[in-house]
């Protein structure tokens, strides 16, 4: 996909204080570690490589279109 060449994702990537999750973690995996850190977002990585951004509200999207 564009986004690890998208400007902007070495800095996401240089950012240590921002939470990573790999992509085939579990749905509960992401949701504990939003609220136990009070995070916005996660990385997702696939090994190292930025594979996206797991938002807060892309989350609660994807669990509301999960539950119909």
């Known amino acids: 996909g564009a986004l690890p060449d998208a400007p902007g994702a070495a800095a996401l ?3 240590r204080t921002m939470p ?3 992509q085939q973690a579990p749905i509960d995996e992401a949701i504990g570690l939003m ?3 009070n995070h916005e977002r996660l990385l997702v990585l ?3 490589r930025l594979v ?3 938002t807060r509200p892309g ?3 994807a ?3 999960s539950l119909g």
Do not use: F, K, N, S
């Open 13 to 15: 990537l240089a950012d």
């Open 20 to 22: 990573r999750i790999g």
């Open 35 to 37: 609220l136990e850190g």
């Open 46 to 48: 696939d090994d190292e």
């Open 52 to 54: 996206g951004v797991l």
């Open 59 to 61: 989350l609660l999207r």
């Open 63 to 65: 669990l509301a279109q």
